[in-house]
């Protein structure tokens, strides 16, 4: 074995990929859910999906632009995170909302922090803490999806193990 170590930041682990193929394979595989969200709840849904991911670019444009950084909103990780934070909202959500999340997710868990990389938490999981905390009411306002309005929750498996007499 030879005495020699490397000392490196991250990644450890090189690959030929860029991050805008693998962003972009992380909204292909956004693709299916973004559609039954439309379906299960309409229009409003998608509403939110286009607003979202645009406000998160312009965010990470402005900030770029402001600090005299690299663009980097060609990267796609902008619009993932926007697009997951908007399929994580209640789809009744007023929009401004919405974009104060977007807001808080680009800003103050990633550009703040030094960009895509050097964040330490999911800026989309971020911003929807942030919601939770801020609005609690309308982030805990759920709807029912609009072809099923006999829907009704019940016990799950595992609950119902409990119930059994062993």
């Known amino acids: 074995m030879n005495g020699n170590l490397t000392v490196s930041t991250s ?16 909204l292909i595989a956004l693709i299916p859910v973004t559609v039954m969200a439309v379906f299960y709840f309409g229009w409003r849904a998608l509403l939110l999906v286009l607003i979202s991911p645009t406000v998160c670019v312009l ?28 399929l994580n909202m209640p789809v009744g959500m007023p929009i401004w909302e919405l974009i104060i999340g977007d807001i808080a997710a680009i800003i103050l868990a990633k550009m703040l922090f030094g960009g895509i990389g050097r964040n ?25 999806p609009a072809f099923t309005a006999d829907a009704m929750s019940s016990a799950t498996p595992l609950a119902l193990g409990s119930q059994l007499d062993w």
């Open 11 to 26: 990644p450890h682990i090189r690959s030929p990929r860029t991050t805008r193929s693998i962003m972009r394979d992380v």
């Open 59 to 86: 965010c990470e444009f402005i900030w770029e632009k402001a600090f005299k950084q690299e663009l980097t909103i060609y990267d796609l990780s902008s619009v993932v995170t926007g697009v997951i934070l908007a």
């Open 120 to 144: 330490f938490v999911n800026p989309a999981l971020a911003g929807r803490i942030i919601l939770f905390i801020s609005f609690t009411a309308d982030m805990t306002n759920y709807q029912t």
